[in-house]
């Protein structure tokens, strides 16, 4: 069974950085793709990031281009999400995800982390 756990989030001005953990368990955390949705208050969950097993393909949401770098140490079984430049509307709940087979994340993914609670004050 594999658990996802993040870490990382919390209260931050617009304009700065948070960097989001998730430890994954299991021994297929290195054959899966791995990536970040976020779920505001009100709306879908949607896609922010992700990342193939071997870090050869990466995507991103258009909202977070340029600001936001998903990295992977397969070694150490984590995926990070750095997030700079944060604004208002980054504020959501950010979710790890774990997509066995996949080449990118998919809302369909069958592994997911409890969440963690990223907000942007103005």
């Known amino acids: 069974q594999v658990q996802l756990v993040e870490s990382g989030g919390g209260l931050v001005q617009a304009g700065g950085s948070l960097r989001l953990s998730c430890s994954a368990s299991?021994?297929?955390?290195?054959?899966?793709?791995m990536g970040w949705f976020r779920q505001a208050p009100g709306k879908e969950r949607e896609f922010v990031a992700g990342?193939?097993?071997?870090?050869?393909?990466?995507r991103y949401a258009d909202a977070v281009k340029g600001r936001f770098t998903i990295s992977r140490d397969n070694a150490k079984n984590t995926v990070y999400l750095q997030m700079n430049s944060l604004k208002p509307e980054d504020t959501a709940v950010y979710y790890c995800?774990?997509?066995?087979?996949?080449?990118?994340?998919?809302?369909?993914?069958?592994?997911w982390g409890q969440g963690t609670q990223v907000t942007v004050s103005s």
């Open positions: 995800a774990a997509d066995p087979g996949s080449i990118i994340v998919r809302i369909s993914s069958s592994h």
């Open positions: 299991g021994e297929i955390f290195s054959n899966s793709a």
């Open positions: 990342i193939s097993w071997r870090g050869r393909t990466i």
